[in-house]
């Protein structure tokens, strides 16, 4: 695979997840493949890719992972992710455990093209089922008052149900909200101390933060950065109410 056709192809699924995506970005020192911000409740939150075409016997090794935190620290970038068709050394995975760094390599390219595939697969499905099903009676076009207006399609129920919990404000909300409840709940059974019942509603908000999030999100490389920021504002709030 051709670097671009590489860059591309990861801009496009990061596209499709959300991201505002900027393809050769350039700082005052470095050019990077793929510059990705998502906007959040408490600011733009942004990822740094880059993208290496190498032969399957050249591993990728700890410098380009350093040189992408030299990046990731000039633009004050909230992850770091590394593409690459062939492997990683040794030192690099370990580092990148450590570090929360994100790696991607051939199978894990493999993987992603198998599920943007299915998903391509999957739009052209539901295109092809609206079309065999269409009849006169269906039409999206209406005539009133003598001039002819369209009718819009209606959005499936779970589709509707879906885009709201892709709204990161709305998330949040439910994350707080649940937590208090689950909370106030086990209070009404058993006595429990302040301090505990805080700890309660934190450790719900964890689980919430990263349990919900898949509903709106299909990419697992995203689902892990999107329950973080659910988490972390859900913290603040949970945070300011209990010292309340």
Not at 92 to 121: H, P, T
């Amino acid at each position: 695979m051709k670097k671009e056709k590489l860059v591309n192809f990861i801009a496009k699924i990061m596209e499709e997840s959300g991201f505002k995506v900027y393809k050769d970005f350039r700082t005052s020192r470095h050019v990077v493949d793929i510059y990705g911000v998502i906007p959040t409740a408490v600011g733009d939150l942004s990822v740094v890719v880059a993208c290496k075409n190498y032969d399957k016997k050249w591993k990728v090794g700890l410098d380009v992972l350093k040189e992408m935190e030299m990046v990731a620290k000039n633009l004050k970038a909230s992850k770091i992710v590394i593409v690459t068709t062939s492997d990683y050394t040794k030192q690099a995975l370990n580092y990148a455990a450590r570090k929360n760094i994100k790696l991607i390599d051939r199978a894990g390219i493999i993987s992603l093209a198998e599920k943007f595939s299915k998903r391509l697969q999957a739009l052209e499905e539901e295109f092809h089922d609206e079309i065999e099903s269409y009849t006169p009676k269906e039409s999206n076009f209406n005539i009133k008052g003598g001039s002819l207006s369209r009718r819009e399609p209606k959005t499936p129920i779970f589709e509707q149900f879906r885009v709201l919990f892709q709204n990161l404000f709305f998330l949040v909300l439910l994350v707080v909200g649940i937590s208090i409840g689950l909370t106030q709940l086990i209070e009404t059974f058993v006595k429990l101390d302040d301090r505990i019942l805080g700890i309660l509603k934190i450790f719900f908000s964890f689980i919430l933060s990263y349990g919900i999030t898949p509903i709106g999100e299909k990419e697992k490389m995203f689902i892990l950065l999107r329950g973080t920021v659910v988490f972390f504002i859900s913290l603040l709030i949970l945070i300011i109410i209990i010292l309340i």
